[in-house]
């Protein structure tokens, strides 16, 4: 960026990237040389550094139809966002509809590890709303009738 805020982005320094973000806020909507998917990009990196969950997310769902389009990889913006609503309980975001292009493949160990967290917590959740006992109190006649099973099928 032409005016050296971007740069200190970057920086190892927090307060340095915190300063940065601070004094690119109030310059993004209006800097003339920006096209929309920089500003939100600027956005979501601003609100990431500057610890601002509901705009990094705002930000990121302007980005997400583009991800692979972005000078950064795709794959750390989704983590960043699945990592805010793993926080916020929205396991919908995590484990229904499509995954963008860039993460769906799962190879990434801290997609799936995010996802698979997310498919944990949804259950234990349906669990409690649903008031099922725990598996260790349950009948353990269906497990042994489970445990003979050796194929599907007549």
Not at 22 to 35: E, K, N, R
Not at 120 to 149: H, V, Y
Request: one cysteine or more; proline letters at 8%; aromatic letters at 8%.
């Amino acid at each position: 960026m032409a005016d050296g805020f971007g740069s200190c982005l970057w920086s190892p320094n927090y307060e340095e990237r915190l300063q940065a973000a601070t004094a690119l806020v109030p310059v993004i909507p209006t800097h003339p040389g920006w096209s929309d998917k920089q500003r939100n990009l600027l956005r979501a990196l601003c609100a990431w550094v500057s610890g601002r969950p509901d705009d990094y997310l705002n930000a990121y769902a302007a980005l997400e139809p583009d991800l692979d389009g972005l000078p950064l990889p795709g794959k750390l913006l989704w983590i960043a966002a699945a990592s805010l609503w793993f926080r916020q309980d929205r396991w919908d975001k995590l484990i229904e509809g499509e995954m963008p292009d860039c993460v769906a493949d799962l190879d990434d160990p801290r997609v799936r590890l995010i996802v698979g967290l997310a498919y944990a917590r949804s259950a234990i959740e349906d669990t409690k709303r649903k008031q099922l006992p725990p598996c260790a109190a349950a009948d353990t006649a269906g497990a042994r009738d489970l445990a003979g099973i050796t194929h599907i099928g007549a």
